[in-house]
C-alpha cells in the first residue's frame, strides 16, 4: 500500500503540485493545512475524501476509488 503524505499549506494553491503527485496514484493521500473554506467540498477525482475544512487549518484524507476499507 503506498501512502503519501503532505503539509499542503493551501489545497487550492497547490493543485496542480497535487495532481503531478496523484500521477503515481497512491492508495492513501493525507493532507495537512489544506486551508479550503468550511462550506467548501475538497474534491478530487478518482479518490474519496474524509476531511475537516478550516481556512486556518483544515486536513483531507484522500483514498483511491479502487481500494477497499
Known amino acids: 500500500m503506498a501512502i503519501l503524505q503532505w503539509n499542503i499549506r493551501g489545497f487550492q494553491a497547490n493543485r496542480e ?3 503531478l503527485l496523484l500521477k503515481s496514484q497512491p492508495d492513501v493521500v493525507c493532507l495537512q493545512e489544506t486551508l479550503v473554506a ?3 467540498n475538497l474534491e478530487v477525482p478518482g479518490y ?3 476531511g475537516k475544512n478550516n481556512t ?3 486536513s483531507a484524507i484522500l483514498v483511491r476509488g479502487d481500494v477497499l476499507c
Open 17 to 19: 503540485d497535487l495532481s
Open 38 to 40: 468550511s462550506e467548501k
Open 48 to 50: 474519496n475524501t474524509i
Open 56 to 58: 486556518l487549518r483544515g
